[in-house]
């Protein structure tokens, strides 16, 4: 994830707008894939952008005991993974979210040269 953090508004924007620019736009879609988690703090505005691959992990579109309902959302990017059926709340382990999050986030490689691509602003 990218942790963009600003004290003034327009400052939030710009650094949004900057990453955002550099994301890649899939076939299909009309914006980059990611998901957002914004707040206003102690006076500064923070921002969590997770770059995305994919929506869905292959577990949620499988069949029979494959199949976990599990697809990332805001809250699962930052941690907070929820299962809506018991079954799959009880058998889910770390492997499997980890694995989850491996095929709908971008890889470190592609992290890695978004970073090169980008500046470093301190504003």
């Given at each position: 994830?990218?942790?963009?953090?600003?004290?003034?508004?327009?400052?939030?924007?710009?650094?949004?707008?900057?990453?955002?620019?550099?994301?890649?736009?899939?076939?299909?879609?009309?914006?980059?894939?990611?998901?957002?988690?914004?707040?206003?703090?102690?006076?500064?505005?923070?921002?969590?952008?997770?770059?995305?691959?994919?929506?869905?992990?292959?577990?949620?579109?499988?069949?029979?005991?494959?199949?976990?309902?599990?697809?990332?959302?805001?809250?699962?990017?930052?941690?907070?993974?929820?299962?809506?059926?018991?079954?799959?709340?009880?058998?889910?382990?770390?492997?499997?979210?980890?694995?989850?999050?491996?095929?709908?986030?971008?890889?470190?490689e592609e992290m890695n040269g978004l970073i090169q691509k980008s500046k470093i602003y301190s504003l």
């Amino acid at each position: 994830m990218f942790v963009l953090v600003a004290e003034e508004k327009d400052d939030a924007v710009f650094l949004f707008e900057h990453l955002y620019d550099l994301l890649e736009i899939l076939p299909g879609e009309y914006e980059p894939m990611m998901n957002l988690l914004t707040w206003h703090e102690a006076g500064k505005w923070i921002t969590c952008l997770y770059p995305r691959k994919r929506l869905h992990p292959a577990c949620y579109h499988a069949e029979g005991d494959a199949k976990i309902l599990i697809s990332p959302a805001t809250v699962e990017m930052a941690g907070i993974f929820i299962a809506p059926l018991e079954k799959d709340y009880l058998r889910v382990t770390v492997e499997d979210l980890q694995g989850i999050l491996s095929e709908v986030c971008i890889s470190e490689e592609e992290m890695n040269g978004l970073i090169q691509k980008s500046k470093i602003y301190s504003l």
